[in-house]
């Protein structure tokens, strides 16, 4: 590969793996390589590469029943289930549920021995839980996360859709070198778009969505039938026929309206 990276660079850049948040975080500050004029931060690509290999080298020392991956967003469990069907670790998707890692009592506890978040900001309860219990844990951070509790790092852009396709992608690759299923990365047939998933509408705030649009008739379409229109209701028909009567009605149905009202007793 290019320069000694796990892939070439331009594959890198056009996945957008080193671009950040315009946070910075004290502890993300050693990876950044500059920050751009319109104040996002730019990760250190060399940094980038470095981490992920050894990230994929300390996966591989353990069997793929004994990690697991939390992937709380869309685009990270899209990726990561692709990966996990290609390596077979374990994966818990959307909220974690506190106690998975430190209550037995519960029917959903599991002791993995490894541990890979995809970001450990949404995921922090995951990442304390195995802090607490002695797992080790890797994560995926962007600029404006902070490490506590983690073993290791791998600084990138941990929201993008292309970014968290090729990290796993390579991942993968990496693994499925380590443990022996290929001896040569051309044996390996996963694609990158594979790893993408199915495509999504994400708002500015990163909410997303797969729902389809509704899409305008075809012009061939049959015409509905005719449906009569609802009956109106009695206040409505009596207002129109109050609109259309003669002035002189409305008055004399007024004046003897009031004069009933005069017979009234009062009421205290």
């Known amino acids: ?23 910075q975080m004290i502890d993300m500050k050693k990876f950044v390589y500059r920050a751009r004029k319109d104040g996002l931060f730019v990760l250190d ?4 590469d470095e981490r992920l290999r050894m990230a994929a080298k300390m996966i ?15 685009y990270s469990g899209n990726a990561a289930a692709v ?7 374990k994966l818990i998707t ?41 797992i080790a844990t890797i994560g995926l951070c962007d600029t404006d996360n902070y490490t506590s509790y983690l073993d290791w790092v791998v600084p990138c852009n941990n929201k993008g859709r292309r970014s968290l396709a090729l990290i796993f992608w390579v991942l993968a690759r990496e693994l499925a070198m380590a443990w022996g299923t290929i001896t040569d ?9 594979e790893f993408e998933g199915q495509s999504a509408v994400v708002d500015e705030e990163g909410a997303e969505s797969s729902e389809p649009q509704a899409s305008a008739p075809a012009a061939d379409d049959k015409p509905k039938p005719h449906r009569p229109k609802p009956k109106e209701k009695p ?8 609109e259309a009567a003669p002035a002189e009605k409305k008055e004399e149905a007024h004046a003897k309206h009031e004069k009933k009202e005069e017979k009234l007793p009062a009421v205290y």
Not at 185 to 193: A, G, H, I, L, W
């Open 185 to 193: 990365y051309s044996q390996f047939v996963r694609t990158k778009e």
């Open 94 to 134: 959307g909220r974690f549920v506190p106690g998975m890692f430190t209550n037995v009592n519960r029917g959903d506890f599991v002791e993995p021995k490894m541990l890979f978040v995809c970001d450990p900001k949404g995921e922090r309860q995951a990442v304390i839980e195995s802090g607490k219990m002695g």
């Open 60 to 74: 591989a020392r353990y069997k793929p029943e004994e990690i697991y991956i939390v992937a709380s967003r869309t």
């Open 1 to 23: 590969m290019e320069q000694g990276m796990l892939v070439k660079q331009e594959e890198y850049l056009e996945a957008g793996i080193h671009i950040g948040t315009k946070i």
């Open 235 to 242: 206040s409505e028909a009596v207002a129109k026929k109050e």
């Open 45 to 48: 690509l060399k940094k980038v």
């Open 83 to 89: 990966f996990a069907s290609a390596t077979g670790v």
